[in-house]
């Protein structure tokens, strides 16, 4: 039996932690797992389909928000080996769970122009490609703009697929794989062009984060990819219990509580402003249940 095979493959274990965000909010995951291999994804897959339960994929959790205490959905971590395959000095294949900032270094050290804007972001590669990572949407740059093609399983058809950018991109912070899926990244081709450096730009953006961005309590970054700032504004430094926005940098939470009911509550509220202003909010970070 194919199924009683695929449920030997895979261990889905009771946890409770705080580490899985980086809100650092702490809840009891009902059912968690860690996956390595294909044909492990496809167990939980399987598990998941069977359980009527929603499957996220974590990487390092810097864009999630665990929005009960106990979370129902299938939470696995991305366990791949990290592996990074220079094809040439411009041409990496990189697998989903290696670091961005490990590869802004490899750009760095050889002279390639890169996505050294996310060298704030402390996100897998993996991670960075479901969410399309990039700058601000007037920038319209991302992560995408050196990549070639993107290979990833897909579950319900049991198969390994390789897709260009074009037909994987939806969107301002979009992709096919955004959020819940049954398709899991393996690894993505990328093109750096050489360039020439003047300065280190990935501690140029480490500098220029600390001076603009609020890192003074846990937070998951930008809230909203789409909102109005006149309206985040005008609730910087609102408070609900140990969590609140942020005074330095519109569009954050900050958060030093252990539940994540007063970060809801502040989304809600200004998701309640922008309604009655006739006006998006639309959430960045992912709310898992």
């Not at 194919?2 to 932690?17: C, R």
């Not at 705080?18 to 294909?38: A, C, I």
């Not at 490990?102 to 969410?131: H, K, Q, W």
């Amino acid at each position: 039996n194919v199924y009683i095979h695929l449920i030997t493959m895979i261990k889905i274990a009771s946890l409770k932690s705080r580490n899985l965000s980086f809100y650092r909010t702490t809840h009891h995951f009902k059912n968690y797992g860690e996956v390595s291999t294909t044909d492990q994804f496809w167990g939980y897959y399987e598990w998941a389909k069977a359980n009527k339960t929603k499957i996220y994929i974590l990487g390092n959790g810097s864009n999630t928000l665990f929005a009960k205490k106990e979370v129902k959905s299938l939470v696995l971590k991305n366990n791949f080996p990290k592996e990074t395959k220079i094809l040439s000095k411009s041409q990496l294949q990189v697998s989903s769970s290696v670091l961005v900032m490990d590869i802004l270094r490899y750009c760095y050290e050889n002279s390639l122009g890169s996505f050294y804007y996310l060298a704030s972001v402390p996100a897998t590669i993996g991670g960075a490609l479901a969410m399309n990572a990039g700058g601000g949407k007037p920038e319209n740059i991302s992560i995408y703009d050196f990549v070639e093609n993107v290979t990833f399983f897909d579950a319900e058809e049991n198969t390994i697929k390789t897709l260009n950018k074009t037909e994987i991109v939806k969107g301002y912070r979009n992709t096919i794989f955004t959020g819940f899926t049954s398709k899991l990244i393996l690894s993505a081709k990328f093109n750096f062009p050489p360039q020439e450096i003047d300065g280190n730009p990935i501690l140029e953006r480490r500098q220029w984060s600390k001076k603009f961005q609020d890192h003074s309590s846990y937070n998951c970054g930008s809230v909203f990819k789409e909102c109005d700032f006149n309206i985040l504004n005008r609730l910087k430094s609102l408070q609900i219990n140990n969590s609140s926005f942020s005074s330095k940098t519109t569009n954050w939470i900050l958060n030093n509580s252990q539940s994540s009911w007063p970060i809801l509550l502040l989304i809600k509220i200004a998701q309640i402003l922008h309604f009655l202003k006739s006006k998006k909010a639309i959430l960045e970070v992912i709310k898992v249940e």
